[in-house]
């Protein structure tokens, strides 16, 4: 199974907003959950939780779930761990997710990110495929191979074309087909 790019115009025609409400969940998140990294603490929140009572996130879950069924071809019961990536600076993008942190993977069976505000950036993956981030971009693609032990094709890291004074925003999920946790709130479902 491929890749799939969708574009969301609800986040087009609703840029500066999305941003607010990252800005406000990053600084939530932070202060009062004492999440120390929004990226690499990723399994200790959900950001569609966080952002529940938002009518944009409401409306970009429900996008969202569209698209991971279109990509996926079914109704199979699925759940979504998701995490906001907010770096404030160049520098803290490229040890995170960048070049300086090198190809990383995801042991989920799909990963995706959404494009919120992505700045001038590239993600590169291991098997060659580039995707020039654009706002409201959407990504969906296979992440777990186990054709090659540590090294699947879909593992990825962020390149930074052009530096920016403002932060890089995408929201990033795994979808799973099995939790064996019954107690997991960083999972939601998939409808």
Not at 113 to 119: E, K, V
Not at 174 to 188: G, Q, R, T
Request: hydrophobic share 30%; glycine share 6%; with cysteine.
């Amino acid at each position: 199974m491929g890749y799939n790019l969708y574009q969301s115009n609800l986040i087009k025609n609703n840029h500066q907003v999305f941003i607010n409400d990252c800005s406000v969940a990053y600084k939530c998140l932070k202060d009062d959950l004492n999440i120390k990294d929004s990226t690499w603490d990723f399994y200790k929140y959900n950001i569609f939780a966080v952002t529940s009572s938002s009518i944009l996130f409401y409306n970009l879950y429900r996008e969202l779930n569209y698209h991971i069924r279109s990509y996926v071809g079914n109704d199979r019961p699925l759940w979504m761990q998701s995490w906001l990536n907010y770096h404030e600076e160049d520098n803290t993008l490229l040890t995170s997710l960048g070049n300086k942190k090198g190809f990383h993977g995801h042991g989920s069976l799909y990963h995706g990110y959404i494009s919120i505000d992505p700045q001038n950036t590239i993600t590169k993956f291991r098997n060659g495929l580039e995707i020039e981030n654009k706002i409201g971009q959407v990504y969906i693609g296979p992440a777990k191979n186990t054709n090659k032990p540590g090294e699947y094709p879909f593992d990825h890291y962020v390149e930074i074309i052009s530096p920016s004074t403002s932060p890089r925003i995408t929201i990033a999920f795994d979808l799973e087909a099995k939790i064996d946790k019954i107690l997991n709130s960083n999972y939601i479902p998939i409808l």
